[in-house]
């Protein structure tokens, strides 16, 4: 079983729509946790970080849940230049970052 | 600065040659680590070190070698390729130990073993 797990998709989103998934990992030890955004045949580009009390930056809010163990990412008003995979990422106390499969976001006109 | 570099950006190997993708980075950071990415699977460890001199397996090690002589580079070693290690391989730096630090990806290379 992979550490971290995410629904692969593809989430196909209305243009204007709301979209949010999950990411649930098992190391409970986890300490830090990431939202990557990954272009096609690109490099991973760290979209933001994701803290105890939740945050947001701009149309994007990122939720922590020590508990259940999972992180979520919401974007709201897709744009279209939001279509992308979203990989989650943890790290552990050495900076050991692992990632989820990602998921795919496809937003339509 | 130039950021994280990766070399090369395409290679064909034959299965049972051996090659080595360099990664450097001017970032004086600590953590780097190596990556391959396949269809369906995600982003998967395969070396990472936390300082020159350190390093330590991954979640998929076997087939590759590491070393970090200098905190500016961290090359990985093919032994003898096989078909199974084609994929797209990325390498990341951060600093300090990763811990609310952005890693910071090379732009990959995309290897293919015949």
């Known amino acids: 079983r992979k550490e971290v797990e995410q629904d692969p998709g593809p989430f196909n989103v209305p243009e204007g729509a709301t979209v949010a998934f999950n990411c649930t990992y098992s190391?409970?030890?986890?300490?830090?946790f990431f939202w990557y955004r990954q272009d096609c045949r690109k490099e991973p580009k760290l979209l933001m970080s994701?803290?105890?009390s939740g945050n947001e930056d701009g149309r994007f809010t990122a939720q922590l849940n020590r508990a259940s163990q999972y992180i979520s990412l919401l974007i709201r008003d897709s744009k279209l230049s939001d279509s992308a995979t979203y990989l989650c990422?943890?790290?552990?106390?050495?900076?050991?970052?692992?990632f989820g499969a990602g998921t795919q976001v496809v937003v339509t006109p | 600065n130039a950021g994280v570099t990766q070399t090369p950006k395409f290679q064909v190997l034959k299965t049972g040659q051996s090659m080595t993708l360099q990664c450097a980075q001017d970032?004086?950071?600590?953590?780097m680590s190596w990556y391959r990415q396949d269809p369906g699977m995600g982003l998967r460890l395969i070396h990472y070190?936390?300082?020159?001199?350190?390093?330590d397996q991954g979640e998929v090690p076997n087939g590759y070698n590491v070393s970090r002589s200098t905190t500016e580079d961290f090359p990985l070693r093919l032994l003898s390729a096989a078909p199974s290690q084609t994929s797209v391989y990325f390498c990341?730096?951060?600093?300090?130990?990763?811990?609310?630090?952005?890693?910071?990806f090379g732009p990959g290379t995309r290897l293919l073993v015949l």
């Open positions: 990341a730096s951060s600093s300090p130990r990763g811990t609310e630090e952005t890693q910071y």
């Open positions: 190391n409970s030890a986890s300490q830090s």
């Open positions: 994701v803290y105890s």
């Open positions: 990422g943890t790290t552990d106390s050495w900076g050991k970052l692992q």
């Open positions: 970032m004086n950071h600590e953590y």
């Open positions: 070190s936390v300082g020159a001199g350190i390093t």
